[in-house]
């Protein structure tokens, strides 16, 4: 039965109710909506020769988009699978991964039969990792970290497989995205003891060495200066707005450094606060505006296979729901996507 709480936040439908957030266990169970609507007849899950050739995917290619560095890719291309192999829930969300990521680059018939895999594969890593929520622990941090990374990165990327009935690239996919995400955050929480295991790098606040360009370190300038501005109206969350921007400019800074990445895409998304995700729900101009930066960031980081045109389809739809006086914000992030002077 699906969790009251689940029901007040997102009506199945697709009716928008206006209410708080759902806690981490109710998130994640948005995670039946990514990657089921493929076909109907998946391989077996089972361990044999296909899930072979996934792990050997996963560790000469897929581990890269999760890392941000040599640390890190250490981290998520070997650390991670030595975590695997006693943990058979961990597994499989790596096996899934592996698949989908396989499936987004394949035609038919093969397209399907690895994405039938991978919805297979996270049917089996779902249910012990939900039952776990609630206990994370030294013994199982490890992989609940690694899997919550996981998952997000199969929320994004199953909207691309070009299923007819699957959730499409949107701003209501992308919202259903951050809800995944904010139960993510509280796991991560939880899970603050690893900073003192050999998984330490992926807590390191270190922002890389890169040049910033100017166009977006401007653009991101005068979003502050209009938020400052929009702060005499009453109705107008000042400092909702200001930390969003503020994370949003510390964590970009990951995408010009690998552009590949999710980095930006994930940890964004993970630090959201409630307030902001319901004003980007409500359509709030302000809200949009920072959303389309974000978007633009997604858009550089494009060659990732798990987010490919997702910045480029949320910022034409967020183009389209502001009037003209709003669109004079979002110069940079069209200019950046669609091109000098080119509506989207």
Not at 24 to 43: E, I, K, Q, Y
Not at 96 to 125: C, R
Not at 273 to 280: C, H, N, R
Request: aromatic share 10%; charged share 15%.
């Amino acid at each position: 039965m699906t969790s009251p709480v689940i029901k007040a936040v997102y009506h199945w439908d697709n009716e928008l109710l206006d209410t708080a957030l759902p806690s981490a266990d109710t998130s994640f169970d948005l995670l039946d909506r990514f990657g089921t609507n493929g076909p109907t007849a998946s391989p077996s899950p089972g361990l044999e020769m296909n899930q072979l050739r996934l792990i050997v995917q996963w560790q000469t290619d897929t581990y890269r988009f999760f890392s941000r560095n040599e640390e890190t890719k250490h981290i998520w291309g070997v650390l991670l699978v030595e975590e695997a192999l006693k943990t058979p829930f961990l597994m499989h969300g790596i096996l899934a991964v592996s698949a989908l990521h396989i499936s987004l680059s394949e035609v038919e018939p093969q397209k399907s039969f690895w994405l039938g895999l991978a919805t297979a594969h996270k049917s089996e890593a779902l249910p012990q990792f939900l039952e776990n929520l609630h206990s994370v622990n030294a013994a199982n941090a490890k992989a609940m970290l690694g899997l919550s990374g996981l998952v997000v990165a199969f929320a994004f990327g199953s909207a691309l497989t070009g299923v007819s009935d699957a959730d499409q690239p949107c701003l209501d996919t992308l919202h259903n995205v951050f809800v995944l995400c904010r139960g993510v955050q509280q796991i991560i929480n939880v899970a603050s003891t690893l900073r003192h295991s050999n998984f330490a790098p992926l807590f390191d606040p270190t922002p890389p060495q890169v040049t910033y360009p100017d166009r977006a370190k401007e653009s991101l300038d005068r979003l502050e200066q209009l938020n400052a501005a929009c702060g005499t109206d009453g109705e107008h969350d000042t400092a909702a707005y200001a930390r969003a921007i503020r994370e949003l400019r510390g964590l970009s800074v990951h995408t010009f450094a690998q552009p590949t990445s999710m980095m930006l895409a994930a940890g964004w998304a993970i630090r959201a606060t409630p307030e902001y995700l319901q004003y980007v729900q409500r359509h709030e101009p302000f809200a949009l505006v920072i959303h389309a930066h974000y978007c633009t960031f997604l858009h550089i980081a494009r060659d990732n296979c798990f987010l490919q045109v997702w910045g480029s389809c949320v910022l034409r739809e967020i183009y389209h729901l502001l009037d003209s006086t709003w669109r004079l914000h979002i110069t940079w992030p069209i200019s950046e996507v669609f091109g000098e002077n080119v509506a989207p």
